[in-house]
């Protein structure tokens, strides 16, 4: 397997509010102005150390999600003189949702196995790796307590982060979205959350095509999960993790992991 997705067009309305106390350059928040959170300039866009890392971990085929309107990204890379990764585009013609997106990369996979990831969050490569080496669907759930711990993510937003149950085989049963305090507080321990790193096979665009839109009004990608549990066979081996997750939703947030990603050197 060396398909990954990384889903680039989310609206960003968190990144665009203002923030005074975050002390951005210029540059830094003339891109902020614009939501496009993979773009933030850390000597160069964040999605670069995105690509980076997972060229790292063994992928060299990118498929870059984006809408109509993001003519930075594609410009931006279509430019590029890449030596590890190829980068190709898919575009999401409308924001319906993160299971939209996904299935927006269904030509690009041509029936493969892909990596999904976030644009706004950087990995380990341990994370990556361990679903490149994964026989079949499957997701990364990261420790609770490690995110608290060594990730740049406040307590506040980690404790919305959807919740991952897995059975005694280690599959996925289910995902808890926006568990409260009394969830969490009833949920054994430890904890283990999603950070939208999945393993998926082509099972999972019957899945997206298939669900309705949720509360808020969007296809979900857990609700696509969860259709393909329940309906159409499908295991997903839930790889345990105590590794850190950069996490880049809001302005107050690119301090932080500019620090942490200072001494990494990008290759694409």
């Given at each position: 397997?060396?398909?990954a997705?990384?889903?680039a ?7 665009q ?11 830094q ?7 496009v ?18 060229a790292?971990a063994?992928?060299?085929r990118?498929c870059?999600?984006i809408?109509?309107?993001?003519d ?45 990831v ?37 307590p ?5 982060f ?8 280690g ?8 568990p ?20 998926f ?9 298939s669900?309705?839109?949720s ?8 609700d ?13 081996h ?31």
């Amino acid at each position: 397997m060396d398909k990954a997705v990384i889903l680039a067009r989310g609206l960003g309305t968190r990144m665009q509010e203002p923030d005074d106390s975050a002390r951005l350059t210029e540059e830094q928040n003339a891109v902020a102005k614009t939501g496009v959170k993979a773009m933030i300039p850390i000597d160069r866009p964040f999605l670069d150390y995105v690509i980076s890392a997972l060229a790292d971990a063994g992928y060299r085929r990118i498929c870059l999600v984006i809408g109509p309107e993001n003519d930075e990204i594609r410009d931006y890379y279509a430019s590029l003189d890449c030596q590890r990764v190829n980068i190709e585009f898919a575009v999401q013609a409308k924001p319906l949702g993160t299971s939209d997106a996904v299935a927006a990369a269904e030509q690009f996979t041509a029936g493969e196995d892909f990596l999904v990831v976030n644009s706004d969050n950087y990995y380990t490569l341990q994370a990556l790796k361990s679903l490149h080496e994964l026989d079949g669907p499957g997701l990364v759930a990261f420790d609770r307590e490690a995110l608290l711990a060594d990730s740049n993510i406040p307590p506040e937003r980690i404790e919305k982060f959807a919740i991952v149950q897995a059975d005694s085989d280690g599959c996925l049963t289910q995902i808890i979205e926006k568990p409260g305090s009394s969830v969490i507080a009833s949920v054994p321990k430890p904890i283990y959350v999603s950070m939208n790193c999945w393993r998926f096979n082509s099972a999972i665009f019957r899945a997206c095509r298939s669900i309705s839109p949720s509360a808020r009004g969007e296809l979900e990608l857990p609700d696509a999960v969860q259709y393909a549990i329940d309906h159409l066979g499908q295991r997903f081996h839930v790889v345990q993790l105590r590794a850190p997750v950069l996490d880049m939703s809001g302005r107050e947030d690119i301090k932080s992991v500019a620090a942490a990603l200072a001494d990494v050197e990008v290759s694409l």
